[in-house]
């Protein structure tokens, strides 16, 4: 049987599933992900600062017209549709199979493909919010604003609700996260480099049965995973679901 072939048997038997995932689901909706060879961090930058500098919170706080270049240049990408990795998990969760969709991403694909229990560890830039006031604004408000987005009630910056560099982690997104994990039968990894922690840690937490990972480039995990599967996760997950 093919690698293909397998991952539909385990899906079939399966009936607690989690999905884990990174940039790299995004690829194929035409979002570049972070450390492959035409990923973000390996573009030439014409800022003169690296990408990772550009997204952490020192940065933003001192140099905030020149993040929100680079956000809306390189990490709104609101025009984006999901690809057939999002269906296919949405329709996971709809038969049931499926129970959490974890993702290190923060352009709200999953949600726009169909799947309800999406944990977004590193937020989404769905929502933006006034750091002075708290007031929420829509990534339309920050994409039709010039340079740095002003807060219309308190003149407040208005900053995404993305995880930068130097900050932690919501902690009860990563407690649900944990909680998924622990309980799956299979976890299916997909589409990340699993380097960049906590987030790759909590895949420790998994004790199931089957632990799987698509990738289109190894990873850290391959030699704890008893299927690894280095193809374009989107056409994986259509060839895998087409029976079911
Ligand atoms: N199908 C399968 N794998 C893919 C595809 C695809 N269509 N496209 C890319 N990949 C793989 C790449 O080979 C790479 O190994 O996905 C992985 C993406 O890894 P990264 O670019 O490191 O992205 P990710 O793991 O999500 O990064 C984690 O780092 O910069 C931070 O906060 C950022 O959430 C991000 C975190």
Not at 47 to 58: A, C, H, Q, R
Not at 107 to 132: I, P, W, Y
Not at 212 to 224: A, C, Q, S, V, W
Request: proline share 3%; net charge negative; hydrophobic share 35%.
């Amino acid at each position: 049987m093919n690698k293909i072939g397998e991952l539909r048997e385990i899906i079939k038997q399966s009936n607690n599933i989690v999905f884990f995932g990174g940039a790299g689901v995004s690829t194929e909706s035409n979002i570049p992900d972070f450390r492959s060879a035409k990923g973000l961090y390996n573009a030439k930058s014409e800022y003169g600062y690296s990408p990772e500098d550009m997204l952490s919170i020192n940065f933003f706080l001192k140099h905030t017209a020149i993040f929100y270049d680079y956000y809306r240049k390189n990490i709104l990408h609101t025009d984006a549709e999901p690809n057939d990795a999002h269906l296919a998990l949405a329709k996971l969760e709809r038969i049931g199979k499926l129970k959490a969709v974890i993702t290190q991403n923060i352009d709200g694909l999953h949600q726009k493909a169909g799947s309800k229990e999406v944990l977004e560890l590193h937020g989404t830039v769905s929502r933006h919010f006034c750091m002075n006031c708290k007031s929420s604004y829509s990534w339309m408000d920050v994409e039709n604003a010039e340079g740095v987005p002003i807060c219309n009630i308190c003149s407040g910056t208005i900053r995404p609700d993305i995880v930068l560099y130097g900050e932690a982690l919501d902690n009860d997104v990563i407690g649900k996260s944990v909680d998924y994990i622990e309980k799956a039968d299979t976890l299916i990894i997909g589409g990340t480099s699993l380097v960049v922690y906590p987030a790759a840690g909590l895949i420790t937490y998994f004790k199931g049965k089957n632990l799987i990972l698509i990738n289109r480039e190894g990873t850290p995990y391959d030699g704890k995973a008893n299927l690894v599967i280095n193809e374009s996760i989107g056409k994986v997950l259509k060839k895998a679901l087409e029976e079911l």
